[in-house]
């Protein structure tokens, strides 16, 4: 059966349609870094869910093999990417003085005229949640390339490039948070680099459309959110806080009992009883 667009406003990306079958390779994840061809399409075998760093971190071992390849792009596979985007994110890239990481236009599959994302988000300490820079705006606003990727505190990680001198010196993501802060963890240690501290660039010629959340129930909206989800925020929170900022950690804490008050007032039991789970560092 001929696979066919969940949105006809998109189709145009998506059809006609590659020819199939498609020549690809497949490598069992645990023989990535031994040698071999990397193949246009390789799919690595994982025996286990390494979650979201995991997954990423096989791809990029992988990559890494290759030594002509200097800049790598992750996207999220509920990804729709503009014909122009690559060529547009690796220019930017090629025009950056040591450039770490970029990111894109990241816009809303199931709305494309709204934004998700100007490059990422900015991030507040003090409370844990991260404000997506344009988000929610109209595709068409006007903003300074320069200026976002200023303020930009992390980049989206369903839209996020890295230089291959960015990852020999900061390194891969820390796979010990599954889900959720991976790419804000990147950018502290990255900050941590000092005077070598690598810079965050703006591809503002390059978009992505996102269906964003819909495989875990992450949506941007907090009583939409899953368990699940509640869960790997609160723990990643709390963990990429000890990690980094270790005298905020008592009040994220307490920001886990505040959030789980609010989902049983909202009638979220399981919801709260996740973020509990969480607060105590016990499992899922």
């Given amino acids: ?66 030594g002509q390849l200097k800049h790598f792009w992750l996207l999220n596979n509920d990804t ?10 690796l220019s930017r890239m090629m025009a950056t003085p040591r450039v770490g990481m970029c990111g894109t236009v990241v816009r809303h599959y199931w709305s494309p005229d709204r934004i998700q994302a100007l490059n990422g988000s900015s991030y507040n300490i003090f409370t844990g949640s991260g404000r997506s820079l344009g988000g929610e705006q109209p595709a068409t606003i006007k903003y300074s390339p320069q200026d976002v990727a200023d303020a930009t505190d992390f980049v989206l990680g369903a839209s996020l490039a890295v ?87 008592p009040l994220h804490w307490l920001i886990c009992w505040a959030q789980i008050l609010r989902r049983l007032v909202r009638r979220q039991g399981r919801n709260g009883r996740a973020i509990m789970s969480a607060a105590f560092g016990r499992p899922y």
Avoid: C
Wanted: charged fraction near 20%; charge should be neutral.
């Fill in 163 to 249: 230089s291959r001198g960015f990852l020999g010196e900061v390194g891969l993501m820390q796979e010990d948070y599954f889900l959720y802060f991976e790419e804000i963890d990147w950018a502290v240690r990255n900050s941590k680099l000092g005077s070598h501290t690598y810079e965050t660039a703006f591809a503002h010629g390059a978009t992505v459309f996102h269906k964003a959340g819909r495989s875990i129930g992450s949506g941007s909206a907090r009583f939409k959110r899953s368990a699940f989800a509640d869960y790997w925020l609160a723990r990643s929170r709390l963990r990429f806080t000890w990690r980094h900022y270790r005298w905020l950690w």
């Fill in 1 to 66: 059966m001929d696979a066919v667009p969940e949105s006809t406003d998109m189709a145009a990306f998506s059809t006609p349609p590659v020819a199939k079958p498609v020549p690809l390779a497949e490598l069992p994840g645990m023989a990535v870094g031994e040698g071999g061809v990397i193949a246009p399409l390789t799919l690595i075998i994982s025996d286990t869910n390494r979650g979201f760093a995991g997954g990423n971190n096989l791809g990029l071992r992988h990559l890494l093999r290759d």
């Fill in 80 to 89: 729709v990417v503009a014909p122009d985007a690559a060529m547009g994110l």
